[in-house]
């Protein structure tokens, strides 16, 4: 410690660097731009994260979609081109068969109809769902609440309409809580209006009723028009997947080698798809960031062990003055260890530039690509003691180098 608080020590190196100006910014420069590489890509990819997390938001992105279509293969007597129907019963099945892999499932019916409040009217979709849905496809809700168990068993004739639904129907600043609006030509009381989502949206201007309700009014029977399933923690989604299709061919007597029989969309696997190239993006940049740290650390190597060649007969009258060789280390490895920490912290000044310049013209606004494209500190940290573990490595070949001159040679020296 009092080696570092020696003034003469710092004198020196000021000296050294003054001598070999030119030599000694391009060495900077090197390590500044690994630094500065690394901060921009580790905070671009940070970026890329947070815009995929915001494009699902809230949304259970462990999730599996399920409807029907027509069949494509003859089977057990029936033809092809029989179109299946789901059914409650699958619901029951499902639940049973699958109780350890599935999180959420969500029948759902839909149709559209006319929706009309006093004299305003508008054509929307008129969606009959039970409250799990809310955990599979959070709604964000301006007023009132969404569907409840209780909405489900009394069969209520209440709705949870849309902010677009409510200002195309309402007149401006009307609390819509408690008012009536007409689906169908039937009165439903609305419980809440919800915000449109900003992230992925399976419902375009959608009036929620309750699953029972829906029923009841458009004489649905058992009838179920898709299925939205959400698998637990560590479920392999796309296996999920196949069992589910697997199983439900069977109960609808379909061939087992049928493609066309069900249609389905797999969030879970589309996203994994997206999440290993996230991955492999921070991998590729930590590569490419450190690397290009160690080849700047190396330039600065160089540049000391020209140094102390070019200082030899210094080193040598302060050899034959009684310096030892400790001293003469330590002061190559500081001057190494100071060369890299400066080029280390401008570096990420110049690198927290960059990604508040990228975030203001390329982190704005619903479509960005990009979305507060940022490092943490942690990251930082690790980042600068490899830089400073990576100084003191390399300052140990010019300061060994610096020991191994001999005096009286050094003196002889032109």
Known sequence: MKFLLDSDTWQEIYGSIRKNKTRTIITII????????????????????????????????????????RTSKPFKGYQK??????????????KSTYKNEIKLLAPRNQISNLVT????SGTFNVSGDYPVLDQIQKKKLIYGRFLNKNDITTFAKVAVISEDMYKQLFDKNVNPLGAYIKINAINYKVIGVYEPPTTVDFDNDTAYIPFSTFKKVYNTANRIDWMM?????????ELMETNILQTLKS?????????????KANLGKHIGKVTGFLIGMQFLTWFVGVATLIA??????????ITVKERTKEIGIRRALGAT??????????????????????????GAIALFLIDYFFGQGQ?????????????????????????????????HMATLIKPIEALREE
């Open 30 to 69: 090197g390590v500044l731009w690994g630094v500065f590489l690394l901060v921009v890509l580790l905070g671009a990819a940070r970026g890329m994260e947070n815009g995929f997390n915001k494009l699902f938001g809230d949304f259970a992105t462990n999730s599996v979609f399920v409807w029907t279509q």
């Open 81 to 94: 081109g029989r179109r299946i129907v789901l059914n409650t019963n699958d619901i029951k099945v499902l």
């Open 117 to 120: 409040h006093n004299f305003k």
């Open 229 to 237: 399933i959400t698998a637990n923690k560590g479920v392999d989604i």
């Open 251 to 263: 109960l609808h007597d379909v061939h087992p080698e049928d493609k066309r029989a069900f249609g």
């Open 296 to 305: 700047g650390v190396f330039a600065i190597g160089n540049i000391l062990i």
């Open 325 to 350: 060789p400790k001293s003469i280390r330590q002061q190559i490895i500081l001057e190494s260890v100071f060369l890299t920490t400066v080029a280390g912290m401008l570096g990420v000044i110049f």
């Open 367 to 399: 479509d960005a690509a990009l979305t507060n494209p940022t490092v943490s500190i942690p990251i930082i940290s690790i980042a600068f003691i490899l830089l400073v573990v990576l100084g003191t490595l390399i300052g140990l070949i010019p300061a």
